[in-house]
């Protein structure tokens, strides 16, 4: 099968937002990836296609990278509404915990949101759920360590934490805290996969980073 034949997945990658995380650059670095899995790829500079329903209901996956924004209630419903009917969600850092802030439903869909990091980039470690070890995601891998920005997020306590990050105490912590730093969510019939880290362009050439993130486009595919 190719990915030019009718019965092909297809994959829809929404991108745009915020140009810090180079929501373009970035995408384009899983596009062959898709592909070569047999993904016909469409690409969206626009949030309206989140209000199109057939489109939404013949896509197999979306890839988000869109950085604050706001959603209107069509297409905020609409995103919604393709997860839960079975189109996976799928995206990293700010593109998909940092996307559309106020817009709460959102931030139920994907389990997560975005608060505050630390200034500037920080080595740390993102480290394995052991009773976690075999989920698809994360099978095989194991600690690691990435130079990048590190997230402090609100989330809800049904999605499944795959990975995690410390942040230690300090003058505004009182006490060390373990952040969920890689997670998956069933929303009805969908999946959706979330990873904190993807800053920048080279956080992907960390192996771990670029393998768990690919894996989770799969995973969440319908």
């Known amino acids: 099968m190719t990915p030019e034949t009718s019965d092909a997945r297809r994959a829809l990658v929404v991108r745009?937002?915020?140009?810090?995380?180079?929501?373009?650059?970035?995408?384009?670095?899983?596009?062959?990836?898709?592909?070569?899995?047999?993904?016909?790829?469409?690409?969206?500079?626009?949030?309206?296609?989140?209000?199109?329903?057939?489109?939404?209901a013949a896509t197999d996956l979306i890839v988000q990278?869109?950085?604050?924004?706001?959603?209107?209630?069509?297409?905020?419903?609409g995103l919604a509404a393709a997860v839960r009917a079975g189109t996976g969600l799928a995206g990293w850092h700010g593109g998909i915990v940092d996307s559309f802030r106020g817009d709460l439903g959102y931030q139920l869909l994907t389990g997560g949101q975005f608060l505050m990091h630390p200034a500037g980039f920080s080595d740390h470690e993102i480290t394995p759920v052991g009773e976690r070890a075999d989920h698809p995601v994360m099978a095989g891998l194991g600690a690691f360590r990435v130079h990048t920005e590190k997230y402090w997020l609100a989330t809800d306590p049904l999605i499944d934490v795959l990975a995690t990050v410390g942040f230690a105490a300090d003058e505004e912590r009182s006490r060390p805290v373990t952040m969920p730093a890689v997670w998956t969510r069933n929303w009805g019939a969908g999946r959706v996969f979330v990873s904190a880290v993807g800053h920048k362009p080279d956080d992907f050439d960390v192996p771990e980073v670029r393998t768990l993130t690919e894996r989770g486009l799969l995973w969440a595919s319908r």
């Open 16 to 56: 745009g937002g915020w140009e810090g995380h180079r929501p373009v650059e970035i995408t384009e670095l899983f596009l062959p990836f898709l592909r070569a899995h047999g993904y016909d790829v469409r690409i969206s500079g626009t949030l309206d296609v989140y209000a199109d329903a057939e489109l939404l």
């Open 65 to 77: 990278c869109w950085t604050m924004g706001e959603l209107t209630g069509e297409q905020s419903a």
